[in-house]
């Protein structure tokens, strides 16, 4: 019986062992099998499945618009009142993203691409019709008065002179329609025609609007790497519009296009990276740190913000002083990016929603701007094992520069520079339902089976394990105190025996 005992506790306790290594060896193997896999997955290949998603993205898309509406026109022309503003929206539009044109180099090491955006209006997820109307900075009347602040006076009165002509006043009524994709702008035709009349070509439009021309149409020529070569690479772009580097600013750090659209990193991201992204609608690099781990329709995510830092003084990060344009004597405060170096010099300037994280004098300087983070912040929800963006927002609001020019009435009363709030974008994704379940059948569901194999053995060899340990230290004390029993009745009899001989003695 005992002996079948210890065979019995031996062959469990050499099983529990077997099966906590094999889990442990399949750790390693089942890794290797699920980065082959991906690796084999993710690239960009002509034909290849990923590469159709990646042609026409399986996401819902919306650009949304907030406008603000100036309350107190009047006020701050005439008396230079601490300008009031309402927000107003969300106006939205359904975005659709497809890439054309697009061919691989003779190694399928890179491929180039155009992507047209094209947008279509949702009145169900807007607060109003297109039409609505609000109160605005005349912003082409307040660009060609700064364009002239360092003209002689003939030329201010000049301009001054048109614009009472014209009609033109620093605040307009314009629908929603109207600011974002164009109206006829009068002061913009008067020029032309002016210029016509001379045999004088501008290259002006009659049209304004912040997105004029841009429905239908495309932000450049793109070449990514496919990562077939490199899989750190993936989606990584190596030129835009046939170069390496940006012509706008003035160091090599601010001119370098780094990382991808932001659609797509490569696999098996680290929570200690830094994802970077190039963005032309804001003529940069970007980029985003770990800030902590979300769910996604049932689909765990890392979501990375841009830091503070991105848009911060140079005080704050010395590295941005390559942005302070036309040199670096014309540094901004922090949460502000000005972008007349790449917008043929009109006094646009980029902010985050409501100056979020920005200088407070420039939240302070308007009344009607409320910072929130939860509302106002950039970010992107990445799927770590593929790379694969799941939801994100991109979260940017134009300002344009005012500041008072002599001779230019309209601007008189203004008392130093201010950045006037023209409207707030969210650019967002949200990858949809049947492709979410398509994500977890493919990609996470096979996972999780490898993973309860591998960690369900090591977890079965220990309690086998543990539980051969715990009958065997109980078989020995068994055992142990049966030994000790029959030492105590060994005793016993000698006793009797020596008793019996005493007295044996005593007889005699």
């Not at 890179?110 to 209006?121: H, K």
């Not at 707030?424 to 309860?452: G, R, V, Y």
């Not at 068994?478 to 007295?503: C, K, P």
Request: charged share 20%; aromatic share 12%; glycine share 8%.
């Amino acid at each position: 019986m005992g002996c079948s005992t210890k065979v019995k506790l031996t062959v469990f306790g050499v099983l529990g062992i077997v099966l906590i290594a094999i889990g442990g060896i399949l750790i390693e193997v089942f890794d290797q099998v699920i980065h082959s896999e991906v690796n084999e997955q993710i690239p960009l290949k002509p034909g290849s499945e990923t590469f159709k998603k990646w042609v026409n993205p399986p996401a819902d898309v919306f650009l949304q618009f907030w406008l603000f509406d100036v309350q107190n026109a009047y006020e701050i022309v005439h008396y230079g009142d601490k300008p009031i503003v309402v927000e107003k929206g969300p106006y939205s539009y359904r975005e659709y993203k497809v890439k054309t044109n697009v061919t691989f180099s003779e190694d399928n090491a890179t491929a180039s691409y155009y992507e047209t955006r094209t947008l279509v209006f949702d009145r169900n997820m807007s607060v109003g019709d297109e039409n609505d109307t609000f109160v605005s900075l005349n912003c082409p009347m307040m660009g060609f008065a700064t364009m002239v602040r360092f003209e002689y006076d003939i030329i201010k009165d000049i301009l001054e002179a048109a614009f009472e002509v014209l009609g033109e006043h620093l605040f307009v009524k314009l629908t929603v329609k109207d600011l974002i994709w164009g109206y006829e702008e009068p002061l913009l035709k008067f020029v032309n025609d002016a210029a016509k009349s001379r045999n004088i070509s501008l290259g002006l439009d009659d049209h304004f609007g912040l997105f004029y021309g841009q429905n239908g149409s495309n932000d450049g020529l793109y070449t990514i790497y496919t990562g077939t070569k490199d899989i750190t690479q993936a989606y990584t772009i190596q030129t835009w519009n046939g170069n390496e580097s940006l012509p706008y600013w003035e160091t090599i750090w601010c001119n370098a296009i780094n990382g991808t659209d932001g659609s797509l990193y490569h696999p098996f991201i680290k929570k200690s990276e830094t994802l970077r992204l190039f963005a032309t609608d804001v003529c940069r690099s970007l980029y985003a740190d770990y800030e902590g781990d979300r769910t996604v329709k049932g689909i765990d995510v890392y979501r990375f913000v841009p830091p503070a830092k991105m848009f911060g003084d140079i005080k704050t990060n010395p590295d941005n002083i390559g942005f302070c344009t036309p040199n670096i004597t014309e540094c901004l405060g922090s949460g502000v990016l000005n972008m007349s170096a790449c917008k043929d010099g009109a006094q646009i300037v980029m902010s985050s929603p409501h100056f979020y994280q920005g200088d407070p004098d420039y939240v302070n300087a308007i009344e009607g701007m409320h910072p929130e983070k939860d509302v106002h912040q950039t970010f992107l929800d990445v799927e770590p094992i593929s790379g694969v963006l799941l939801s994100a927002a991109k979260r940017l609001q134009i300002n344009i520069a005012v500041m008072p020019i002599p001779l230019i009435s309209s601007t008189a009363k203004f008392k130093n520079l201010t950045f006037f709030p023209i409207l707030w974008l969210n650019e967002s994704a949200l990858i949809n339902d049947a492709t979410a379940k398509d994500f977890k059948s493919q990609i996470l569901e096979p996972i999780k089976i490898l993973d309860a194999v591998k960690y369900g053995l090591i977890t079965i060899g220990a309690f086998i394990l543990f539980c051969t340990i715990v009958f065997t230290l109980k078989y020995w004390v068994q055992r142990s105190r049966t030994r000790g029993g029959e030492l105590q009745i060994n005793q016993g009899d000698y006793d009797v025996l020596r008793d019996g001989e005493n007295e044996q003695q005593d007889g005699e």
